[in-house]
């Protein structure tokens, strides 16, 4: 069992920064993806940024590519998601979610999740 805990969430104004993180109860496995999800009321929940482990490979959504930037602590069990120019439309719930496997956004489903940090960005 994995438990991860979000943090860092808040309110910022467009153009602002935030940096989350998501403390792993314990050392996530190299085989493992471990990564971001946001979900916007009425939407559905979508993969912002992930990394695999092994390799150290990212992955990003199109909407935040060159301005997310995830990253991860091993010492820590700690994954960062820096977010800079952010804009109203990333205003979301933020979820930090791992799982097996070296493909992180495929249509394999992420088994372990946290509890959300709230972002929220205003114009």
């Known amino acids: 069992q994995v438990q991860l805990v979000e943090s860092g969430g808040g309110s910022v104004q467009a153009g602002g920064s935030l940096r989350l993180s998501c403390v792993a109860s314990?050392?996530?496995?190299?085989?493992?993806?471990i990564g971001w999800f946001r979900q916007s009321s009425g939407q559905e929940r979508k993969g912002v940024a992930a990394?695999?482990?092994?390799?150290?490979?990212?992955y990003y959504a199109d909407s935040v590519k060159g301005r997310f930037t995830i990253s991860q602590d091993n010492a820590k069990n700690t994954l960062y998601l820096q977010m800079n120019s952010l804009k109203p439309e990333d205003t979301a719930m933020y979820y930090c979610?791992?799982?097996?496997?070296?493909?992180?956004?495929?249509?394999?489903?992420?088994?372990?999740w946290g509890q959300g940090t709230q972002v929220t960005v205003s114009s």
């Open positions: 314990t050392v996530i496995r190299s085989n493992y993806c």
């Open positions: 979610a791992a799982r097996p496997g070296d493909v992180c956004f495929d249509r394999r489903p992420f088994g372990y």
């Open positions: 990394i695999y482990i092994g390799a150290g490979t990212t």
